[in-house]
């Protein structure tokens, strides 16, 4: 329920039970012409100013003002009472006391708590010196007892609820948090693949520095025995040409190597392994389906690895289904992908218009980071024999990506 709604609820409660005990309290008085007006017409100044402490949102210093003359209020019908003690119209002194805990602070509102407390003893400290009976004496302290009780309780449970709000926001902000860490987490997984690459480059590097200057030494024996035995400088110039094509080999497989590892190692073991853990996690079937996987460059796997991990958590969380399909195509242009969780035991249709659908903050994040990107994607609920939710997402191929995934983070 919203906030604002909650709190117009409680306020309307409130209200509606300070006009039932004024108009309790009034009928009790059955008063006579003189007071009838007074009566009706304090009560409904009570009432007024209760109504407009609601309204003013902006201005705690008014509500303050207003919380005091409606207490004023109430001493005043209190004093045009016929009784000694009208106990209809003491409940309204522990009703400003709720009315203050909602919309003071806490040591303003304990500080008008205690005001309205001492106030509403006044008609009995009226009754013990007029008639100081045991009686008088007895409902004085009972009813002190019971005003404390019940100031204490409401001021508790504002503390409680406060404590649970903050906790719960406290609750939201590491969940989020959290959710940033594992972005975070995930590049610095990529990135120290790339510095790990980077050293096994250099140390391939100095590998065939070596056998390069072999090479070297090798055409120079040649040169050298070419002049004064040719047969022995023809040998070693077969040698060289054959180190030659062995050292060019070497490094084609490696810039190979490099290049299609960053591509393929991260779809085929990362996905893959993501998919399996998901599966033996929650017993969901997975079926994974990358086309042209060998062409899709690290920065594109990155934001995929993100969306479909972003994907199978919503799944674990409102889905029902035991059965997630996911799809991703390479274009020259795009990259296009499909998520859908469905039941495999019946058939699952389009309905004809998108259902309205609440983005947690799993959706919102999708969202929000293909936007970044340029990209699209849309959220789709399915109908049938059982229920089904579907992601289909557009990530445009463009050489920004990477200065915008960064600028994203």
């Keep these: 329920m919203n906030k604002k709604i909650r709190a117009l609820i409680v306020h309307g409660v409130l209200c509606i039970v300070a006009l039932v005990f004024l108009w309790s309290g009034y009928l009790l008085e059955d008063p006579d012409v003189q007071r009838r007006g007074l009566l009706l017409m304090f009560s409904f100044i009570f009432i007024i100013i209760l109504t407009s402490?609601?309204?003013?949102?902006?201005?705690?210093?008014?509500r303050i003002v207003l919380l005091i003359f409606m207490a004023i209020d109430l001493i005043v019908i209190d004093f045009y009472s016929k009784y000694a003690i009208n106990y209809l119209y003491h409940v309204l002194y522990f009703i400003i006391v709720v009315a203050i805990v909602l919309y003071c602070k806490k040591k303003t509102g304990i500080i008008l708590a205690i005001g309205i407390a001492l106030a509403s003893f006044i008609k009995f400290i009226q009754l013990i010196y007029t008639l100081?009976?045991?009686?008088?004496?007895?409902?004085?302290?009972?009813?002190?007892?019971?005003?404390?009780?019940?100031?204490?309780?409401?001021?508790?449970?504002?503390?409680?609820?406060?404590?649970?709000?903050?906790?719960?926001?406290?609750?939201g902000e590491l969940l989020d948090a959290y959710h940033q860490l594992d972005?975070?987490?995930r590049d610095i997984e990529l990135l120290s693949a790339k510095q790990e690459r980077s050293s096994i480059a250099r140390d391939?590097?100095?590998?065939?520095?070596?056998?390069?200057?072999?090479?070297?030494?090798?055409?120079?024996?040649?040169?050298?025995?070419?002049?004064?035995?040719?047969?022995?400088?023809?040998?070693?110039?077969?040698?060289?040409?054959?180190?030659?094509?062995?050292?060019?080999?070497?490094?084609?497989?490696?810039?190979?190597?490099?290049?299609?590892?960053?591509?393929?190692?991260?779809?085929?073991?990362?996905l893959l392994e993501l998919t399996k853990e998901y599966q033996k996690r929650t017993g969901i079937n997975i079926l994974l389906n990358v086309n042209n996987e060998?062409?899709?460059?690290?920065?594109?796997?990155?934001?995929?690895?993100?969306?479909?991990?972003?994907?199978?958590?919503?799944?674990?969380?409102?889905?029902?289904?035991?059965?997630?399909?996911?799809?991703?195509?390479?274009?020259?242009?795009?990259?296009?992908?499909?998520?859908?969780?469905?039941?495999?035991?019946?058939?699952?249709?389009?309905?004809?218009?998108?259902?309205?659908?609440?983005?947690?903050?799993?959706?919102?994040?999708i969202e929000e980071r293909l936007i970044t990107i340029n990209g699209s994607v849309e959220f789709i609920k399915y109908t049938g024999a059982q229920k089904g939710f579907q992601i289909n997402g557009n990530i445009p191929i463009n050489g920004n990506i990477q200065k915008r995934m960064e600028k994203h983070d």
Excluded: C
């Design 183 to 185: 972005i975070y987490s």
């Design 204 to 270: 391939l590097h100095d590998t065939l520095g070596h056998d390069l200057t072999g090479l070297i030494m090798q055409l120079e024996l040649a040169d050298f025995n070419l002049e004064i035995n040719k047969e022995l400088g023809k040998k070693y110039l077969s040698e060289s040409i054959d180190g030659a094509r062995n050292s060019l080999t070497k490094v084609r497989a490696i810039v190979d190597t490099l290049k299609n590892q960053e591509k393929l190692v991260f779809v085929n073991q990362s």
């Design 132 to 171: 100081p009976t045991q009686n008088s004496i007895v409902t004085f302290v009972f009813y002190s007892i019971i005003q404390i009780l019940l100031i204490t309780m409401v001021f508790t449970v504002k503390a409680y609820y406060g404590e649970s709000q903050k906790t719960k926001n406290l609750y």
């Design 294 to 365: 060998e062409t899709i460059s690290p920065d594109y796997l990155i934001i995929l690895y993100w969306v479909i991990q972003e994907a199978l958590t919503n799944v674990a969380k409102h889905g029902n289904s035991d059965e997630v399909s996911i799809n991703i195509k390479k274009s020259e242009n795009n990259i296009e992908f499909s998520i859908k969780d469905y039941s495999s035991k019946s058939s699952v249709n389009k309905i004809g218009k998108p259902q309205k659908i609440t983005k947690g903050n799993g959706l919102k994040g």
């Design 53 to 62: 402490v609601y309204f003013i949102r902006n201005n705690s210093k008014m």
